[in-house]
């Protein structure tokens, strides 16, 4: 499993300069864990830095200019921080497995005489050694640069090339991030790795009534980010394994309130839909006439019991819909499942104290504005005696709600 140890923002609206977790020049901090949650009052970041992970996604797919004003954002001029000389720049602290040396990737994004965003520097380098210099293995600037073939190899900050050989690239797009172009060639193998990773992100923006619509016959394994496909997984599912689904849906069932039983029907075109017992009633309902609540739960459970799991996962305000005793359940249920594996990492923005209440201090994040109105972020633990009262049993979340902290 790949997993983000930490993240280092800046110039991106409110996210002025952030760091969360543990970065290249931060690396006496403490990486991030399995699950990180972020709070914060409204208006304090918590969307935007949600928006950031997506905005990176989506500069893999559509490209820079195309992701600067796509889900509303209005352009680089209008994500670029107020007041900022610098471009937008992004840096992820990867590591691909626990006994991997971990990777850096950097990210500027400018704009050119024009006014176009395109990317102005891209670079990715790794530690041979715990001590030691990086070495970078992919290095790009207005995309022309570098890129080292292989598994091992990379030039050091004098231009030395240590190992590996070393390919001159430049790129006909400089509107696209390198690594889309690099990581399709087999014979970069560690780009293509990274690539696969950020590829394989997930961030849910789950609505029941995208739920709710019907769905063509088209098995699909995994979620889209508003749940319109909810269907079309469970027909998936189904086809792979009848009994592992029949299990999980027993799984699902037993932790979503007034349900009795799941049972997937499929039509004669091959369609399918899931029905749903309610207590008291003798007939199921077919899931277009759930409640949204119950879709919600429904699909976030799922979610905890894919296959093959995204290995990062960003949702925004689960409570959103939900009925507030459902919300530690749902916490420890996300905990449990990424705490228990290495197989996806889950950050999740929250208003609630009761989903907080079910969560460790070490995993919750504060976002608030200083006093010229850029964000800042602090762990819970680090707040004065927090870490100690919540080892004591006093709930987080009720800490946060009495303003002990944040």
Known sequence: MGKIEGIKIQNYGPLKDIIMGR????????????????IGPSGNGKSTLADAFGFIADCLEIGVEAACDANNRGGYERILSQGAAEPISFELYYRENSRSTPITY?????????GRPYVQQERLRYRVQKIGRPLSFLYLQNGKGYAFEGKDG???????????????????????????TLGAMKQYDRI???LSFLKSWYLCYFSPDAARRLQTVAPQ??????????????????????KDFEKVLGQIQSKLPGITRIEPKKFENGQMMLRFWEKGFDEPFYSSRMSDGTLKLF???LLLHEKNP???????EPENGLYHHYLANLAKEMADNVNGSNKKQLFITTHSPFFVNALNPKDVWVLKKDEEGYTTAKKASEYDFVQELSEEGVALGDMWYSRYFG
Do not use: C
């Open 192 to 194: 293509e790795q990274f």
């Open 310 to 316: 995204r290995e990062l996962v960003f949702i925004e």
């Open 154 to 180: 990379g030039q050091d900050e004098d231009g030395n090339v240590v190992s590996g050989k070393k390919v001159e690239v430049e790129l006909s797009d400089i509107r696209k991030p390198g690594i889309v």
């Open 106 to 114: 950097e990210l500027v994004i400018s704009i050119d005489k024009m």
């Open 23 to 38: 970065t290249l020049s931060h690396r006496e901090l403490q990486p991030l864990g399995n699950l990180t949650a972020i």
């Open 299 to 301: 699909a976030y459970y």
């Open 221 to 242: 394994p995994y979620l889209d980010r508003i749940g319109s496909n909810i269907n079309n997984v469970a027909q998936y599912m189904y086809r792979e394994n009848k």
